[in-house]
C-alpha cells in the first residue's frame, strides 16, 4: 500500500510540475536508449557480413565518383564530405528501426551532446531514410519517410518536375509521390530524388524508381508508386546531414 500511494504522488508530482517532467522524459530517453543500444549491440555482431558488404559498395561507388569526376586521390581530397561547404555531415547508428507501424519512428545513438539537432536530415549510403524529430544528450528519434505524417519535396531526376513524397501506410518497399503535373514525362523506371526545395535535403539524395503511375481523380496531377531504394527494414548505418545555412534561409521567411 505505501509503494502502491508513493508511485501515485510521484505520478502526480511529475504530471503538474514541467520540470519534474522533463527530468522524467530525459532519464526515460536515456533509459530506453540505452537497452535499445545494447540490443542493437549485439544484433550488429551477427549482422557484420552484411553491413561490411554494403559499405564495401558504398566505397566503390564513392571511388567510382571520385576517379569519374577528375578528383586526385591524395591527401588534399581525403575528407570527401567538404565538397559542398553548404552542409555538415555526421555518422551515426540506428539502434531502434520501425517499419510495421503506421507512422514509424527510428532511433539513432547520436544527439544534443553530438550537436544533433530537431529537422536534420538523415540518409544512407542508397538514399533517403527520414528526419530528425527529437533529441536528448545522446539519442535522436527519426521520423521515417515509412510514416504517414511524412512530407518531403522530391523531384524527377531528369526533369525539374517535383512534388511531394508521402507513404500510404502499406508497404515498407514502396512509397508515393503526388502532385505531379501531367505534363511531366514521367516513365516506369525513372528515377526520383530529393528535390532541394527545401533546408533540410540537398537536392539529389536518391529516393526511388518509378515502379507504375495513374492521374488523380481531377486527373490533373500523377500519382506516383515508387520502390525505394533503401531496404527499410535491414538499415544500420547512417549520415546526418546538417543545412548550416538554416538560420539565414529561415530569417528570410520571418522579416
Known amino acids: 500500500m505505501f509503494f502502491l500511494l508513493f508511485g501515485i504522488s510521484l505520478l502526480f508530482t511529475i504530471q503538474s510540475h514541467s520540470y519534474h517532467k522533463s527530468k522524467f522524459i530525459n532519464s526515460a530517453n536515456f533509459l530506453t536508449g540505452g537497452i535499445y543500444n545494447s540490443v542493437n549491440n549485439i544484433n550488429s555482431y551477427f549482422n557484420l557480413k552484411s553491413q561490411n558488404q554494403l559499405l564495401s559498395e558504398e566505397n566503390k561507388r564513392l571511388r567510382s565518383l571520385l576517379i569519374n569526376n577528375g578528383f586526385k586521390t591524395d591527401s588534399i581530397f581525403t575528407d570527401s564530405l567538404m565538397f559542398n561547404k553548404s552542409y555538415r555531415f555526421y555518422t551515426s547508428n540506428i539502434i531502434k528501426n520501425s517499419y510495421s507501424l503506421s507512422t514509424n519512428i527510428l532511433t539513432i545513438n547520436k544527439g544534443k551532446n553530438d550537436s544533433i539537432k530537431q529537422d536534420f536530415g538523415v540518409i544512407s549510403s542508397k538514399g533517403i531514410i527520414g528526419i530528425i524529430d527529437k533529441t536528448s544528450n545522446n539519442y535522436a528519434t527519426v521520423i521515417s519517410i515509412l510514416n504517414t505524417t511524412s512530407k518531403i519535396s522530391a523531384q524527377l531526376k531528369k526533369t525539374n518536375h517535383f512534388g511531394t513524397l508521402t507513404w500510404n501506410g502499406k508497404s515498407p518497399e514502396f512509397a508515393q509521390l503526388i502532385d505531379i503535373p501531367k505534363i511531366a514525362p514521367v516513365k516506369t523506371g525513372d528515377t526520383i530524388m ?36 533503401n531496404d527499410m527494414t535491414n538499415i544500420e548505418h547512417v549520415y546526418i546531414i546538417e543545412n548550416v545555412n538554416t538560420s539565414e534561409i529561415n530569417n528570410l521567411f520571418n522579416e
Do not use: C, M
Open 194 to 229: 530529393t528535390s532541394g526545395r527545401s533546408s533540410i535535403f540537398p537536392k539529389g539524395v536518391p529516393v526511388g524508381i518509378v515502379e507504375n503511375f495513374k492521374l488523380d481523380q481531377a486527373e490533373n496531377y500523377y500519382e506516383i508508386n515508387l520502390k525505394l531504394f
